[in-house]
């Protein structure tokens, strides 16, 4: 098994397979061509420049590319990088040396995902919920549940989803009124949208109508569509199942069109918002040193988070 | 004819038809029932009290009804009121003596709305509008275009709609690279989910799906679905009405999901605006005195608006 | 057993044990003196008149008093009222019969903080709860956990730390990264301010102190007084208990002088609101009639909750 | 004719005239002295860096100077760059060659002006607006509407100023109540003040009296002046035009320092915001291609907008 | 001397003379004309009632009326209230009888002004100032800083203003890098335009230009006037001068079209928010209770204020 | 004496004793390691680079310590800089060569601050005062009032304290009704918590327990310990001094975690930014030229600020 990235060091002449994440072409003060190149494997990402590259280059170094990649690794501004002198792109490898995935199996999830939605007794809600799932397939367990920030990697919404309806049985137990069955539902379907706001699964972006309609609204266009199609229009589950998935971001200026006025749809957004930063302390913490605060994280509202020293 | 409320004088003894807005049951301090009435026809509305009426009339007068009322006017609190006696239901009436309407007439709303329709030249445009306008009928013309505020009576809606319609094509003349078509496209359906969004016609109150959903995802559902059976989903064209759709509030504060990332959808975010803002102007300073300020409108930000004395 | 207030029917005329909640002195326009007075039991509040009161009552109708009402029910503007005739303070009384109390007993609840107490192995943190147990005594059982919006009943502050208590041992399972011992050891602390924030355990009030100084840095200033004597000042657990108790409000805008930086303060947080909005949809919906909406609640951000229409 | 910026190519060597927009000096690493210049033209700007300069040159290179630039370009971070091997003074040119002017000539401009000042017929409003026309004569015809954003030309104000009678004109004809005069008057003088708020008609800069009073109160101190010297102060027209001024801008936030409280007032804050919006839009589209969207533009709210591809 | 009506008490009929504040007309149920009429005099206000009242009173009884009031006091809802029976009205009476007025006498506060207009050494700011204090004359002595709030009694801008100085003067002590020229000039002019923004001195409301130009742009456009006219448009102390009024409220919010960009400017804002709150302090804390709290008072945030217990 | 960093110019070779004042290591994209030193002295900063430097170095050169070095000074876009060649650590120096401190001596400030604890008349006042700069000793005088921004000097903490004593005492001549007592014992610890928010008395960054507990309640919990073991926890005093200490910052969302509810605390949150922006003036418009404007300054609310040209 070849070198990886978070064993690089420096001073080292390596060869080994990485993939592309991202690019960009520069020209130095002289003139002279360079590729700005940002490569990943399952276990970080490094930034690479490749000097005087010969400009054919530019049109096999894609993102999403992986290749045999020759260069030295060495430390910048306190920061490793690497000088490519060579890439040759491999047709065959194994995707998940690659990118970061679900801690989970896709087995398991499958399994999980069946059990949960096996739990749901009320027939208006399987129904439909089957149907979505039927809609978008595999893809339920192959895309991220954010581009970045957390469950940031393959299978990473259905990792999500999972650790949302492990929550939503343990509430239930503490306080019985919870109408689970609803709450089940929308935990679900609630972010199924994003399989279309996305690009794609792996180093996604927002896609057209990812951008201009937004994932709570294509997926409440779909949920109504199929709605429409099982003739369930006019139930009351319907109705509050739509309400669930519109609501899920609690505050119009997240970009929800109405607030939650079911009390699922309270909880629904509560257990979005808990298992999302569970899951972003776990990344930010991992590369903090005990006794120190980790960086500001924009996305916990732009905190530092401090982790405290042994005490444990 | 008989009188109307707008001529009511004090200390008049009177025989009038009359429309039940609203109605409350209460009871004196000595214990005798009596009801709060508010009564309305297309003039405006009086308030009502029936002092020690039969517990019989509570089946009878309901929101909704056109009685014979039989009562005394008087002033009380510096308001005109009135002390009703009798109250006999009407079974045939003319309903536009009851309510407001629109300036324009049914027919002369449809012609205006067929003529825009008519503008739309690409067809993706005008077909998916065609459909939207089958799917609402009569009801596009029935509707108010809010239940209180602006446009809140009958043929509201299409009158809202026409007056945004005019915009758009003068602003094409000034502004050559609008799309007229999406705008006009935009316009024709951007509320038509309020039919849904409101109980009915009129004396219309937000229904429980209207509460729960909005009348901008209502409508999007419909939308999507409409598209869908049309097989139009990938078009560029459905993407961005439904663009336009979801975003004419223009805040996510104000109910939008997302803000407005197309040119016309910014310009149809103004042109609802600055109608609705028209048609508030004229109810509020209808009623105010030259020289003096209006009541503060909540739906105006809360401003109070001056009404310039004889300077024209 | 005597009527309850829930039990009150229009036209009876009864003599019933009540509790004084609150009273306000008036005048006719006659010049009459009478008194307004809320009454209450445990199954809710009722508004009294006493017209033409003998002025001396005055000083026996006080809030918190119980005595035996001698009254008629009528209806006035659409709710129940009672008009009093004699009232006759008791001595002797079971207190339960007019607050509301917890659905848990007294016992049962020591035995549970018991039993949390005893989950926290870490010694320095186990000392400093228990030495604040010690501080507040009988009291922490007996307060409520607000003087209204939720838990406001006898024994509410326990109950709503049993409630969160149970939540944090439930997510440790799911997220293994927790510090149970942190987590739990703030859950058990963070409200004990509220002891000396508020006047009594019932019909409680704010105190001066507590209005100058609030609950979070009373109980800061109490914690650190207790970390000081015990010579735990600086420890790394006293640094975080700290921090967990001053910013468990979650943001500067709600009173918490930081926010949560660190990842168990901010659980607390989230365990906080659950638990506190769980009780105010309990007591809302209570109400509410299926298929129809709550009135709005101020402390749920001014919504109205719609209670949906038997789907279980 | 000699070549233009938006033509340069990487690796061509030549010799342009170019006007000077800002420079800077620096100091290479190795004690080199360099400028950095931005040189514009009317079809837009390139930065370029004279290496190893003439510290003379310091003195001849201002902005606002035009010059023959004689330099090399060539490619740096992806944007074509100038190396200036020379640059020789023009004393002689034609302007229009270097500066970004608007669409609509001089004359064509003031001669609109005229138009729109003789539809206003009350004799108060028109004795003023011409008033405050003589007070910046040429001026108005030659400075921007902006220092960026939007009418960013010379003759901008005018055009701005142009494009919103044309819909004040429009507006009167759907909503009769307007009163035109009142509007037209609004608008002819709302950014009248922006002459004294910038340095100069181009490369303007905000001025030390256009930071401490801002241009809406310079031209309120102005129109206050002449109205005064008119003897007009006590009449209700000048009261309104002197409301239309200051609160142009909308919300206090924006600078005014009333809101809009007359119905002509608000119409003139939207229009204000619709005509500079389709500049901006025109502005920011024409360098996005189809089916991409914009970069994100601060003046429109940091949104990026969508350039829809081939749909018209 | 006549009773006062801080000292009337309930059951008292009496014969005084008073202010009137404000006054209503009504009908009682039964068809009767009352006026509710709100007395004044220098002690207090109250809320009286004539039942029955003769139509052509409505012709005497006027805001601003002074007359001998016969009339029975007595208690309603806890406030004391009168019975009005007769109204002479009086022609010749002592004005400061009945309105609050400033603790210091007019000449004092005329001599004053002239002391720290004395002060001003730089003559092109005591010119302006001057030429200011001449334009609005004996009203600068007699109308209040506020319509309610703060200094709302007669002599109220010149309290207000002399406060102002005097920290003023004390500062600079302190921080000799004030200008102190420019900071008594500023605090001199900057409510000046309150006399225009009132209707009157006493019993002020707002004037219909008060509200639609505020007084910061009223004293502006005044003062830009005398400074044209004055020759001083383009002096360095002009500017200065315009730019402390402008921003006199520190906050666009607050309705200055500009923030404070000079060191003086801000220092202004601050001194007229310290004086104002002491001002309000003392108001609000005369009437409460040591040990206990103020109501909440809108302009102080709508806080309550505590006034300690016998500490001093 | 030796040349100042104030002094240095481009071009010389020198040898000059200087405080390292924070150090970043890097590599040159040859691989050559090299540091990036921010030196400084009391007249100011300034930025170094010493290339190649011998890896050893790095543990020589850290933030703090003080040595001799010898460098070359050079122009570097457009700011001085300097080459470093050579540093030999210093162990005797004169910290006050290297540091900025009050303008006041330590033992002036010492003299001030008995005087003003002297001026306080109520003993349970001057008592816990006194118990509190035992607490704190010698650091009192040492420490910076801010990290940046205002009073972020040695002895800055007592200096900015001095000034808000003397504004306080001035104000006590104007406004009687101010109890001096409890605002001289309020602005005199108000700040003291700082002393454990930062880590040292120079070049002081934020510790641990500044971050996670804040000035403000690190300050309340020494004061209640203090307060505690004086056996005063009852007085109304040591309540009133808590909410002054508690509620400083003024605003909840600027850490405090109760706005100010007596009169003194208000005025010692205005003291409190008065003085520390009158120092934030003095700092910004020292370096401004007369007749421009500053820099943004964050710490004013973003604004720049003029320096008016010799209008005095």
Redesign the interface.
């Known amino acids: 098994m070849s070198t990886k990235i978070n064993n690089f060091e420096n001073g080292q002449k390596i060869e080994v397979p990485l993939l592309v994440h991202s690019v ?4 130095t ?1 002289n ?1 002279a061509p360079y590729l700005s190149i940002r490569f990943q494997d399952n276990t970080g990402t490094i930034e690479g420049k490749w000097w005087d590259v010969d400009p054919k280059m530019e049109e096999v170094i894609k993102p999403g590319t992986v290749g045999m990649v020759k260069c030295d690794v ?5 920061n490793l990088q690497i000088r490519v002198h060579g890439f040759t792109k491999l047709d065959h490898y194994d995707l998940d040396e690659f990118v970061n995935a679900s801690e989970y199996s896709n087995e398991f999830l499958k399994e999980q995902m069946s059990i949960y939605i096996g739990m749901i007794k ?1 027939p208006i809600y399987s129904t439909i919920v089957e149907a979505c799932f039927e809609h978008y397939g595999e893809d339920f367990y192959r895309y991220p549940a954010a581009t970045r920030n957390h469950h940031d990697f393959v299978g990473g919404l259905a990792t999500h989803v999972y ?1 949302m309806c ?2 939503a049985v ?2 239930k ?3 019985d ?1 919870i ?1 689970l ?2 709450l089940l539902a929308g935990i679900l379907l609630h972010d199924m949208g994003k399989i279309d706001e996305y690009t794609q699964p792996m180093l996604s972006q927002y896609s ?2 990812g ?4 994932h ?2 294509i997926m ?3 949920l ?2 199929i709605i ?1 199609r099982l003739g369930l229009v006019d139930t ?2 319907s ?2 199942l ?2 669930l998935i ?1 609501s899920h971001h609690g505050l ?12 699922e749809a ?2 629904l957004n ?1 257990l979005d ?2 298992d999302a ?2 899951n972003m ?2 990344k930010l ?1 991992e590369d903090t040193e005990e ?1 120190t ?1 980790s960086p500001r994280e924009f996305a916990l ?1 732009n ?4 982790k ?5």
Not at 24 to 27: D, E, N, Q, R
Not at 74 to 78: C, H
Not at 303 to 306: G, H, K, L, P, V
Request: cysteine-free; hydrophobic content about 35%.
């Open positions: 960009t072409k520069g020209v003060q003139g060495l430390l910048y501004r306190q009320n650790g492990r929550m343990s509430l137990e503490i306080y009124e109408d069955d609803l057209t109508q951008r201009l309609l937004g709570i609204s409440h266009g779909h109504y569509e429409h009351e589950e109705m509050l739509r309400h519109l119009l200026e997240y970009g929800s069109p109405v607030r939650p006025m079911v009390k309270e909880i509560f918002n808990l930063r569970m302390f776990e913490l006794g605060f509202e905190r530092a988070f401090y405290p020293k042994g005490v444990k």
